[in-house]
């Protein structure tokens, strides 16, 4: 008997559902697939996938591939529709059953369904809800509809009533014949429809993608720095490697877990510190958990214009401010040199995601969905839920109860007094006129 691990956002070994359920069979094979979809331009006229996240993500594959070796499981990995290959995959080998991460959102669910269809009732399809910290069998809430629309509320309810689930743990190594040598070859950038990026010595993100490099980030920002212990004091910051954890990109693509990360802040606590910095690492994993709750509850309407509110407002678009916007070329330093480093390097802090969306959706009343589609197409750490739950949040059409606008100007003076940050990437530029 022949399983199939369909790897998609779960690229990792350790704490793996499906990889482990799937085990339990004769066979095991892992299959992941770099779905023309995801390389195509999609309703806005952005790519959904860029260069900085694609060459991330060839990173985290390769890894996983060389991982799953050590346990004599093959990776085939494919360019080209999931539909076409994952079936013919799957009768070539006899596959009993296919298991993979539980997905809701629009694309995700066009490429499962399709395959579904192609593979037919000979094989059966087993789905794991298993990006979770709270899983969603655990949470206060036995509907989804029941999920508030305030943060707060939903925080303070799951950490009273829910319990993190420990994480699975994989050892079996298989039987050496269980490696079938495949032929299939990871993807340049090139083959992707796709250009090198340049490194940028600037960049606060120089992080290369996958599992194994998760977990040295967490052995440097845990246990060598300690700068978890901080982590509430510097998360604002703009400039260098460590004001943050910098673990949303290895999470998006399920290089590691929201449970692991948990749990190693846990160990950290105990072994090391416990205060309100260590606190907040985790308070930012149910931020991530709530907008992924808040998709499931709400579906196609985290992508429309009114988004979760049904909220009127007389949105433009003005190409021109698009291309100034996306340039970082408007009459604001900070939002620019925000801009800027997302176009140099993928990657832009929390502090300046908040920023620039709420100067395209507020200031500039801009269709707010061009903002989240620009920041699909361009951030490393892109994920579906957390990126259009925030820009629906930061554009008044979301769960942010308060309908706040940045004052960009004063956010500049904040957190980059002395303009650091500003001159960091705006060197010759309209900072210095």
């Known amino acids: 008997m022949t399983n199939l691990v369909w790897f998609r956002n779960d690229l990792r070994v350790q704490d793996n559902s499906s990889l482990l359920k799937a085990s339990k069979g004769e066979k095991v094979m892992g299959v992941y697939c770099f779905d023309t979809l995801y390389f195509e331009k999609g309703d806005f006229g952005f790519k959904k996938t860029e260069r900085f996240r694609a060459k991330f993500l060839i990173e985290s594959v390769r890894e996983l591939r060389e991982n799953l070796k050590k346990f004599n499981i093959p990776l085939f990995v494919y360019v080209g529709k999931s539909a076409e290959h994952?079936?013919?995959?799957?009768?070539?080998?006899?596959?009993?059953?296919?298991?993979?991460?539980?997905?809701?959102?629009?694309?995700?669910?066009?490429?499962?369904?399709?395959?579904?269809?192609?593979?037919?009732?000979?094989?059966?399809?087993?789905?794991?809800?298993?990006?979770?910290?709270?899983?969603?069998?655990?949470?206060?809430?036995?509907?989804?509809?029941?999920?508030?629309?305030?943060?707060?509320?939903?925080r303070k309810k799951c950490e009273k009533f829910s319990m993190v689930r420990p994480e699975v743990s994989f050892e079996k190594i298989f039987p050496i014949t269980n490696y079938v040598e495949n032929h299939t070859k990871l993807p340049s950038l090139t083959d992707l429809g796709l250009s090198e990026p340049t490194p940028d010595s600037r960049s606060a993100f120089p992080f290369q993608g996958g599992e194994t490099q998760a977990l040295r980030r967490i052995a440097h920002y845990f246990w060598e720095t300690k700068k978890l212990a901080y982590y509430k004091k510097t998360r604002n910051g703009l400039v260098g490697t460590d004001y943050s954890s910098k673990l949303s990109a290895?999470?998006?693509?399920?290089?590691?877990?929201?449970?692991?990360?948990?749990?190693?802040?846990?160990?950290?606590?105990?072994?090391?510190?416990?205060?309100?910095?260590?606190?907040?690492?985790?308070?930012?994993?149910?931020?991530?958990?709530?907008?992924?709750?808040?998709?499931?509850?709400?579906?196609?309407?985290i992508f429309?214009?009114?988004?979760?509110?049904?909220?009127?407002?007389?949105?433009?678009?003005?190409?021109?401010?698009?291309?100034?916007?996306?340039?970082?070329?408007?009459?604001?330093?900070?939002?620019?040199?925000?801009?800027?480093?997302?176009?140099?390097?993928?990657?832009?802090?929390?502090?300046?995601?908040?920023?620039?969306a709420s100067y395209w959706a507020k200031e500039l009343e801009q269709d707010w969905r061009f903002g989240a589609a620009y920041f699909e197409s361009m951030l490393i750490d892109y994920d579906v839920h957390s990126n259009w739950g925030n820009w629906m949040y930061n554009s008044g059409v979301g769960n942010d109860p308060r309908d706040r606008k940045f004052n960009t100007k004063l956010q500049a003076e904040r957190y980059d007094p002395n303009g650091k940050f500003q001159k960091h990437w705006l060197q010759g530029s309209l900072f210095d006129q």
């Open 250 to 301: 290895w999470l998006a693509n399920g290089s590691i877990s929201a449970r692991s990360i948990y749990w190693q802040v846990k160990k950290f606590e105990k072994e090391v510190k416990k205060n309100e910095d260590t606190y907040w690492l985790v308070f930012e994993l149910i931020w991530r958990d709530f907008f992924k709750y808040v998709s499931l509850k709400h579906g196609p309407k």
């Open 304 to 356: 429309r214009l009114k988004g979760i509110l049904d909220k009127q407002y007389d949105w433009q678009l003005d190409q021109s401010k698009l291309d100034q916007w996306i340039e970082g070329n408007i009459p604001d330093a900070f939002v620019n040199a925000n801009m800027k480093e997302l176009e140099k390097t993928g990657w832009m802090s929390n502090r300046g995601r908040q920023n620039v």
């Open 86 to 154: 994952i079936p013919k995959l799957a009768k070539e080998h006899q596959v009993h059953k296919i298991y993979l991460q539980k997905e809701w959102t629009r694309d995700e669910v066009f490429i499962s369904d399709s395959v579904k269809r192609e593979v037919g009732e000979a094989v059966q399809f087993e789905e794991t809800y298993d990006q979770f910290l709270f899983h969603p069998e655990d949470i206060p809430y036995r509907e989804f509809e029941n999920i508030p629309k305030v943060f707060t509320e939903f």
